[in-house]
């Protein structure tokens, strides 16, 4: 990982154009974010069915809202971000609710905000730059996703392997999060 954008966009959108754009690939990123809570309360609920209907809806979601953007040719600045935040809140949510049960650790959902954080500030997104992402950083957001998804089919399926997988991985997404992060400070200190 180097911390630079295999498809860093070149020239980037003009400062002040992070500006929200109504279009339907954003309404469909706005229902994962929508999810987001509704997650954690049937998590918290003990209604892993529903759990897992809401998480395959986000799933579906985040799968067609950046194809929809490009296939309509309305992909932004703002719609990288907005994808990617909505990313970051969807997984967090899930990740508390379920080291909150006991399943993943507890400092992960932390860890995925202040990663998020840090991928923003690096890449001056909120200047209206797209965002600049990496091999590790982008595989950890794939297996935030698989973590969760992991944790709710154990609770669905009373699954003590599962269980014990969901917290193996939430630690080793705790380790390579924090891989990222010193990655990304590295390479920022060291091209300044």
């Given at each position: 990982m180097n911390g630079c954008s295999d498809k860093e966009k070149t020239p980037p959108e003009p400062p002040g154009t992070i500006a929200p754009k109504l279009t339907l690939a954003n309404a469909l990123t706005l229902s994962r974010l929508l999810l987001a809570p509704l997650l954690v309360w049937v998590i918290l609920s003990g209604y892993w069915l529903g759990s897992l209907l809401i998480f395959f809806a986000a799933a579906l979601s985040d799968f067609f809202d950046g194809r929809l953007a490009r296939g309509r040719n309305e992909d932004?600045?703002?719609?990288?971000?907005?994808?990617?935040?909505?990313?970051?809140?969807?997984?967090?949510?899930?990740?508390?609710?379920?080291?909150?049960?006991?399943?993943?650790?507890?400092?992960?959902?932390?860890?995925?905000?202040?990663?998020?954080?840090?991928?923003?500030?690096?890449?001056?997104?909120?200047?209206?730059?797209?965002?600049?992402?990496?091999?590790?950083?982008?595989?950890?957001?794939?297996?935030?996703?698989?973590?969760?998804?992991?944790?709710?089919?154990?609770?669905?399926?009373?699954?003590s392997a599962l269980r014990t997988t969901a917290l193996l991985l939430g630690w080793m997404l705790v380790i390579t999060t924090v891989l990222s992060m010193g990655d990304r400070a590295w390479h920022l200190w060291r091209h300044r």
């Open positions: 932004t600045a703002f719609g990288g971000f907005f994808d990617h935040i909505t990313d970051a809140i969807f997984v967090a949510a899930g990740c508390w609710a379920l080291a909150h049960i006991g399943l993943l650790p507890f400092g992960l959902w932390i860890i995925i905000l202040a990663a998020f954080a840090q991928y923003t500030l690096d890449s001056k997104a909120l200047a209206g730059r797209y965002l600049r992402t990496s091999w590790l950083g982008r595989a950890n957001g794939v297996a935030y996703f698989f973590v969760v998804l992991t944790g709710l089919l154990a609770m669905a399926m009373d699954s």
